[in-house]
């Protein structure tokens, strides 16, 4: 019945054209909003997300397999069972093997996944022998645990110099790691884009762990461009649910995503680490 209450308020829970939404308000955190699967305990993983411990018959598994790309970089599998990707529903509540994956080199993250494949550039490897982890979460960003350890898995790759243009080289305009360029992300540090990039400007502080406006509606047109700038006295990372976007969120430094609104619906703009609401971005 609890499975079934939290699926009918899933589906409840839509924006314009029926795309589904987060579950929780502007000015609540993930752990309000979520949902009584497992035990949540006060253990984090390596990144300080709580864990989230279900019993080990029946929990959600993840195998990584790497294969060298015939262009640029590798190509990531991830092969789960008992476990399912939902990427409309990120930031609602936790529902049973469901939900979402971290992508980690040698400890370091590289990006959120919403599904079964990943593309690595080669550019975003240093030289070397490394440690790439995968680690499923829950649609609240909690750790899905078994035996009070992190469900994830692992696989090594060795990055080597090779000429721009072949297979593992830095091809692709050679962008350091870290960086990246072109619509919809934030550029080197020190450069702002200009005015005339988005039709909307939202311009957002973060201080003492409260946000400033306060949380609210942006309602845009369908096709529009906004600029989402955000200011934090502690390093994070924002996240635009629904469209997949991340930007790093340098600490004491102004930081700007532009995106343009090609999808209708409600869609939440959050910070990762403080896991707060900054705004809700309502496409028609």
């Known amino acids: 019945m609890l499975v079934l209450a939290l699926l009918l308020a899933g589906g409840a829970a839509t924006g314009c054209g029926g795309r589904a939404t987060t579950h929780h308000k502007p000015g609540t955190s ?13 253990a984090t993983d390596a990144t300080g997300h709580r864990l989230r411990e279900v019993p080990a018959q029946g929990a959600p598994e993840v195998q990584l ?5 015939s262009e640029d ?15 409309d529903s990120t930031g609602g509540a936790a529902l049973p093997g469901a939900g979402h994956a971290h992508l980690e080199l040698d400890g370091r993250k590289l990006a959120r996944l919403y599904g079964p494949w990943f593309h690595l550039p080669a550019a975003q490897v240093p030289e070397g022998t490394h440690t790439l982890t995968v680690r499923l979460y829950a649609d609240d960003h909690t750790a899905w645990a078994v035996s009070g350890k992190p469900v994830e898995g692992t696989a090594q790759l060795t990055a080597t110099a090779t000429a721009p243009g072949q297979p593992g080289g830095h091809s692709h305009g050679d962008t350091p790691p870290g ?8 550029p080197p540090p020190g450069q702002t884009p200009a005015p005339e990039q988005a039709d909307r400007t939202v311009t957002i502080t973060v201080r003492d762990g409260k946000v400033s406006p306060a949380p609210a509606r942006t309602e845009l047109r369908r096709g529009e461009r906004v600029a989402l700038r955000v200011t934090s006295d502690r390093a994070d990372t924002l996240h635009v649910h629904g469209y997949d976007k991340e930007l790093a969120l340098p600490a004491g430094q102004e930081a700007t995503l532009i995106l343009t609104a090609d999808r209708t619906g409600l869609f939440e703009v959050e910070t990762h680490e403080s896991s707060l609401v900054l705004t809700q971005l309502l496409v028609r």
């Open 65 to 69: 397999t790497v294969r060298p790309d």
């Open 30 to 42: 993930h752990e309000q909003a979520s949902g009584g699967v497992g035990t949540l305990l006060t």
């Open 73 to 87: 970089g590798w190509n990531l599998q991830l092969a789960v069972t008992n476990y399912r990707f939902t990427p």
């Open 179 to 186: 960086q990246t360029t072109g619509p919809g992300q934030t």
